[in-house]
């Protein structure tokens, strides 16, 4: 099963407003990680966030991480056209195979209209 | 440029054939790993490797090998391909403690 849940599925919204996405996951981590795809492309990776960190910002992007409710969320600020894509989110499981491999979720298609 | 290579890009298979999606990375990482990725799944994990030599089973392994017998290469095999292994594949490569590197994807249809 996945370890990674994002919510919501699909997020439609106007330029220059912010988006904001959610990851839920399952076991104890040591880091996780967002990424975008556009589409029919490759992954790109955006921000990792260690276990012991709470917050993390990168240009636009923010996120958090609360280990505690086994959650995380991207917020993009100022969306542009060009942050349409698919966001994923990926972690390891320090209880088993440590950082060795990580498991993504189902993503979060947005769509940023002109 | 530096990155991942991965070929064919495009391949269409007859059930029952084998065949081999190559990877290649420039940039020394030590892990690789292979995803799959079909429409409203996410990726999947199918291998991945921690260096030359070492490779281990992710959460999809059934119908697929893989090898690492040098850190830049990491092919994945297809034994006997069935239709469910159509989808797009993705390899990755990144070092301990940073994000990965994705190539551009094979898309591979078994009819």
């Known amino acids: 099963s996945q370890q990674g849940e994002e919510d919501p599925q699909a997020l439609s919204i106007q330029e220059g407003e912010n988006a904001t996405m959610n990851c839920s996951y399952k076991?104890?981590?040591?880091?996780l990680q967002w990424y975008r795809q556009n589409s029919g492309r490759g992954l790109v990776h955006l921000i990792l966030?260690?276990?012991?960190?709470r917050e993390k910002h990168s240009g636009r992007l923010r996120v958090t991480l609360d280990t505690s409710k086994k959650s995380s969320s991207l917020l993009i600020t100022a969306s542009r056209a060009a942050d349409t894509a698919s966001y994923f989110c990926?972690?390891?499981?320090?209880?088993?195979?440590?950082?060795?491999?990580?498991?993504f979720g189902t993503g979060t298609r947005l769509k940023v209209l002109a | 440029n530096a990155g991942v290579t991965q070929t064919p890009k495009f391949q269409v298979l007859k059930t029952g054939q084998s065949m081999t999606l190559q990877c290649a990375q420039d940039?020394?990482?030590?892990?690789m790993s292979w995803y799959r990725q079909d429409p409203g799944m996410g990726l999947r994990l199918i291998h991945y490797?921690?260096?030359?030599?070492?490779?281990d089973q992710g959460e999809v392994p059934n119908g697929y090998n893989v090898s690492r017998s040098t850190t830049e290469d990491f092919p994945l095999r297809l034994l006997s391909a069935a239709p469910s292994q159509t989808s797009v594949y993705f390899c990755?490569?990144?070092?301990?403690?940073?994000?990965?590197?994705f190539g551009s994807g094979t898309r591979l249809t078994v009819v």
């Open positions: 990755a490569s990144r070092s301990p403690g940073t994000g990965y590197t």
């Open positions: 076991t104890s981590i040591n880091n």
């Open positions: 966030i260690r276990s012991n960190e």
């Open positions: 990926a972690t390891d499981d320090s209880t088993t195979s440590g950082t060795y491999k990580y498991i």
């Open positions: 940039m020394n990482h030590e892990y």
């Open positions: 490797s921690v260096g030359a030599g070492i490779t």
